[in-house]
T-cell receptor, first 117, second 110 residues
Framework: DAGVIQSPRHEVTEMGQEVTLRCKPISGHNSLFWYRQTMMRGLELLIY????????DSGMPEDRFSAKMPNASFSTLKIQPSEPRDSAVYFCASSLLSGGANTGELFFGEGSRLTVL | AQRVTQPEKLLSVFKGAPVELKCNYS??????LFWYVQYSRQRLQLLLR??SRESIKGFTADLNKGETSFHLKKPFAQEEDSAMYYC????????????FGQGTELSVKP
């Protein structure tokens, strides 16, 4: 298994543009997480899904951010419109549910580095 | 509120010196804690979890519920230990989601 796959690896865009980040979790994993990494705040959980259903999106900064998981093998994180303060590395991670909750070991993708000018 | 705190952004030590990366947590439930590590140009990965009580790459971490701490320790640091280290807390009462501290960058100098 190639692990969690994220695309694009790097994205440079201008303020106001729409950004879509993509994630393919590890096959068989049924829990998926989106994190944002910045120097100031470290790793922040944005949203996570169990069995393709959003469980907790309390970390999503504002309405400009949205995430979907249409099936077990694909998720997107969209920012519309993007702003310079959204510049960060966005990580996707997947995990296996056990007894209704994830086991705690997350497998991370390589991240998508977003720069909004 | 649930929270993980890593007070040091950067920790710099010489090779062979002991190292301790601090982690404190705030959680009303039964805590389950982890250390994740991100080496240069590699993915973030699990280093160890408190329930395993094992030593990985010479690192150990003991959960101290009285002090609400889960510090990561190694008696003799190696240059290859240089990396970003994140402490994480699993929230059982919120579907098992994992929250992370701000991270500590460990730099081991020759």
């Amino acid at each position: 298994d190639a692990g969690v796959i994220q695309s694009p690896r790097h994205e440079v865009t201008e303020m106001g543009q729409e950004v879509t980040l993509r994630c393919k979790p590890i096959s068989g994993h049924n829990s998926l997480f989106w994190y944002r990494q910045t120097m100031m705040r470290g790793l922040e959980l944005l949203i996570y899904f169990n069995n393709n259903v959003p469980i907790d999106d309390s970390g999503m900064p504002e309405d400009r951010f949205s995430a979907k998981m249409p099936n077990a093998s694909f998720s997107t994180l969209k920012i519309q419109p993007s702003e310079p303060r959204d510049s960060a590395v966005y990580f996707c991670a997947s995990s296996l549910l056990s007894g209704g909750a994830n086991t705690g070991e997350l497998f991370f993708g390589e991240g998508s580095r977003l720069t909004v000018l | 509120a649930q929270r993980v705190t890593q007070p040091e952004k950067l920790l710099s030590v010489f090779k062979g010196a002991p190292v301790e990366l601090k982690c404190n947590y705030s959680y009303s439930g039964s805590p389950e804690l982890f250390w994740y590590v991100q080496y240069s140009r590699q993915r973030l990965q699990l280093l160890l979890r408190h329930i395993s009580r094992e030593s990985i790459k010479g690192f150990t971490a003991d959960l101290n519920k009285g002090e609400t701490s889960f510090h990561l320790k190694k008696p003799f640091a190696q240059e290859e230990d240089s990396a970003m280290y994140y402490c994480a807390l699993r929230l059982y009462n919120q579907g098992g989601k994992l929250i992370f501290g701000q991270g500590t960058e460990l730099s081991v100098k020759p």
